[in-house]
């Protein structure tokens, strides 16, 4: 693990160092995530001048909303940072042959694949939704107990992990296709959906949408259950949600392992 941890290092320092090479691009990057952050905020401002409460009865004013929008941003920026840029680089990589030379590297292929590039300008969305939160969860009526401080940190990884477990199998799929070019706009499709609280997902539509965004593909569970300890007291029924984040994550990271190895298996070299 200290091994892996002093790579992963290595890896963030090689790739700040591009970053810095090329300063006016970075700065236009965060400029361009803010921008469109901005515009989303915005716009649920604009909601709210028109309504109290997202969902009537869901309990999601406007203070409550807005922690969930920051916990959506902190995870969402930990992933395009993290994940995103090296899954994206796949495609090229098997396409060129370039994936042959991790294959022969003394180390784990999907820790390689998953995090040699890190962007750094995708944490400014995390930044301000830290800042977000903060001041979201200070104008609540009731602020929210310790233990829930406690395990939200917890749950937000569980998010990251269950965001992590698709981007992970999204391209994989690469090795299988040869190219795959619409992973992103695959991925921000099928996320779209965890942007919005579970609760707006009802009626002959949005009911099975939810079944399948909770049980099948848990994008529901990333941000609502972490969003929803802050939110709502933490007894009874409230802890089945909790119970469930905790055991998609775990079963999304062991699925994508799977799958990943099942693809690596199939990977004809550039030579072959």
């Given amino acids: 693990m200290v091994r892996y941890l002093a790579i992963l290092g290595t890896f963030a320092r090689a790739c700040l160092v591009r ?5 006016a691009n970075f700065l236009l990057e965060c400029l361009t995530s803010l921008g469109w952050m901005s515009m989303n905020l915005a716009f649920y401002l604009l909601v709210f001048t028109f309504t109290s409460e997202i969902g009537k009865g869901t309990g999601w004013t406007r203070e409550p909303f807005f922690a969930f929008v920051a916990t959506g941003l902190i995870i969402n920026s930990i992933v395009q940072a993290l994940f995103m840029p090296s899954a994206e680089e796949l495609t090229e990589m098997v396409r060129t042959g370039g994936l042959d030379a991790v294959l022969v590297k003394p180390l784990d292929a999907q820790f390689l694949l998953s995090l040699h590039r890190v962007d750094f300008s995708a944490f400014a969305n ?16 009731t602020p929210p107990p310790l233990v829930a401080w406690i395990i939200y940190p917890a749950l937000m990884l569980c998010g990251v992990a269950i ?17 795959n070019q619409s992973l992103y706009d695959f991925w921000f499709y099928i996320t779209n959906f965890s942007r919005y609280p579970a609760e707006i997902y ?7 949408l939810r079944s399948v965004c ?25 802890w089945w ?3 469930g984040v905790v055991t998609a994550a775990a079963a999304s990271l062991v699925v994508s392992r799977l799958v990943f190895q099942w693809s690596l298996a199939r990977y004809r070299s550039a030579s072959s």
């Fill in 19 to 23: 970053d810095m090479t090329f300063r």
């Fill in 126 to 141: 995390g930044i301000v939704g830290v800042g977000l939160l903060f001041w979201a969860v200070s104008r609540f009526d």
């Fill in 163 to 179: 965001l992590y477990a698709l981007v992970i199998m999204l391209a994989s799929a690469t090795i299988h296709m040869g190219r």
């Fill in 202 to 208: 009802v009626g002959p539509w949005g009911g099975p």
């Fill in 214 to 238: 909770t049980f099948v593909i848990p994008i529901l569970l990333v941000v609502n259950v972490p969003a929803g300890v802050l939110v709502r007291p933490l007894t009874g029924d409230a």
């Fill in 241 to 243: 949600p909790v119970a």
